[in-house]
């Protein structure tokens, strides 16, 4: 059996509520304390997103500074070692932009929403707002007359309407009078003139229904114009709520939208360049030399005797190394000596011989190698671990 109500009723219900049938503008009018509520709701949802935000960054944080000695001491060498550490200072960077993420939505869209609630909607003392009070006394005004006309209209409806019924049952028992033959002449007759009578009441009360359906169609398109005149000012009020609130989702986007980010596209990219540089063949070349067979050793070799010569102060050096200390002396430099044969593998790198001495004109960088000076003026990297201070 369908189920699917005729199509009167559901005009019927459809026009029931319809916005010019009296009191449904109350929808409307609910409308502003609905955007004061929604108003709260947003902020108080774009508050507990920030700390969302406040919490990711401290647990960036708090991840980078865990694993922070760890990396740094770990088995990892060369480029690898430096991607890794890369990924902790690119972490660093994206709790910093996080908690500014956090901090805007706070200072920003969440007060500004704030601020803007508490001047857009004016507050009555005894409660309720302004624009619905207004926006309620306009429509009121508006449908206390068309509300009038509309009963005195349903009034004459419905006596049309009894007294067409009581037409209706007369002619059925004057049809059924005139088909029984026992019903006498004169009874006949009676039935007759009812039925004329209340026909013509019937006319009256048609006339009488139609002349106030007239009248409340006349009236109708005031009624229709005042009810507009109010309706149109709460959509002026309705549009302004929607557009600022769109600059507020706007602003909220843009806080949130990191992709477009600066900061994050650079953290991002530096991340992307450092590992993409992770260069296996220079790191295990540099292993080789600095911790493997490219090493240098003091194979065994015969090593002749030399006599020592004592200063004049007593101190025992050998002839050949005073022009080296007179050198290193104008250098202002460090002056080291090799322990090992070395024999520079890049056009960068010096070679040189066990017990020869230059000057270390650089520290050791986080690769183990520092740079060097030679008597003859050449200058080069050479594996730290390879010589000694004199």
């Not at 009360?205 to 709460?234: C, G």
């Not at 070679?351 to 003026?377: H, I, M, N, P, Y």
Request: proline fraction near 3%.
């Amino acid at each position: 059996m369908s189920t699917t109500p005729p199509a009167d009723d559901d005009r019927q219900d459809a026009n029931n509520r319809s916005f010019w049938m009296p009191g449904n503008y109350q929808r409307t009018v609910r409308r502003t304390e609905d955007a004061f509520q929604a108003c709260g709701d947003l902020a108080t949802c774009f508050l507990e997103r920030a700390r969302v935000e406040r919490q990711y960054a401290l647990q960036l944080s708090e991840w980078s500074t865990k694993w922070k000695p760890h990396v740094d001491s770990s088995p990892l060498y060369g480029s690898l070692l430096k991607a890794w550490q890369t990924f902790l200072s690119s972490t660093d960077r994206l709790a910093s932009l996080h908690a500014s993420v956090c901090r805007s939505l706070v200072a920003e869209d969440a007060e500004k929403l704030r601020s803007w609630q508490k001047d857009a909607f004016a507050k009555k003392i005894f409660g309720g707002f302004k624009e619905a009070q207004d926006a309620e006394t306009g429509y009121a005004r508006a449908q206390k007359p068309w509300t009038k006309r509309l009963k005195k209209l349903d009034k004459a409806r419905r006596a049309y309407h009894k007294a067409s019924r009581k037409e209706h049952a007369a002619r059925e028992r004057e049809s059924q009078a005139r088909a029984n033959q026992n019903v006498a002449a004169d009874k006949q007759t009676k039935i007759r003139e009812d039925r004329e009578a209340v026909q013509q009441e019937t006319r009256k009360v048609r006339a009488r229904y139609e002349k106030v359906l007239e009248e409340t169609n006349r009236y109708a398109p005031r009624y229709m114009e005042e009810m507009e005149a109010i309706f149109e000012q709460s959509q002026e009020e309705e549009r302004k709520r929607m557009v600022f609130l769109k600059e507020v989702f706007l602003s909220f986007n843009k806080h949130l939208d990191v992709t477009a980010n600066d900061r994050v596209k650079e953290a991002y990219g530096h991340l992307r360049d450092t590992v993409a540089a992770i260069d296996e063949h220079e790191d295990l070349r540099r292993w080789k030399n600095t911790h493997g067979p490219g090493m240098p050793t003091d194979w065994p070799h015969f090593q002749e005797w030399t006599p020592e010569t004592k200063s004049k102060k007593g101190e025992q050096v050998l002839e050949e190394d005073k022009a080296p200390l007179e050198k290193s002396a104008v250098i202002a430099a460090v002056r080291v000596r090799a322990l090992y044969d070395y024999i520079g593998q890049e056009t960068d790198e010096l070679s040189f011989k066990a017990g020869e001495e230059f000057v270390k004109t650089e520290d050791e960088d986080d690769q183990g190698w520092c740079r060097g000076l030679k008597d003859g003026g050449l200058e080069g990297l050479y594996p730290a671990n390879y010589v000694e201070v004199v």
